[in-house]
């Protein structure tokens, strides 16, 4: 099973990673979750206009795989969701080249182009004005 999210509006879109990290934007330090996308799997356009909608992102399930031992020390994939909540200012969008295989003494680096999309979560206040329809 591949590692994917799916949107509020239940659109489902494959991912390679995600990673947390803390972003300073519009004035206040946020939580943030940067989506990792294969270049190529979706139109750069197609997740600029789902990741600009924040009905879309107000919640966000991420679908993975866990791997866990039985009782028989097999092991097992056992499917896992995380939903994270109001997710919903687009902090950025880029495309950039990941080293996938580091330089050797023999061999140069792989890279290869990822799509980047960083969405970072309303303030506790952001979150109320939202609620009640003022942002």
């Known amino acids: 099973m591949s590692k994917s999210i799916k949107l509020n509006d239940n659109t489902e879109l494959n991912i390679i990673c995600i990673n947390g990290k803390n972003t300073y934007f519009q004035g206040t330090n946020r939580d943030s979750l940067e989506f990792v996308f294969k270049k190529g799997d979706y139109p750069f356009d197609q997740l600029d206009s789902l990741f600009a909608d924040a009905d879309k992102t107000k919640k966000i399930t ?3 795989t866990a791997m ?3 009782t028989a020390g097999k092991t097992v994939e056992t499917p896992t969701e995380h939903v994270y909540d109001n997710y919903s200012l687009r ?3 880029k495309m950039e080249p990941v080293i996938i ?3 050797t003494s023999t061999e140069p680096e792989v890279t290869e182009e990822r799509l980047m999309v ?3 979560q ?3 206040i952001e979150k109320k004005l939202s609620d009640l329809g003022l942002m």
Do not use: E
């Open 62 to 64: 991420v679908k993975d």
């Open 122 to 124: 309303l303030t506790l």
């Open 68 to 70: 866990t031992t039985d």
């Open 91 to 93: 902090v950025g969008m």
């Open 118 to 120: 960083t969405m970072g």
């Open 101 to 103: 295989t580091p330089a």
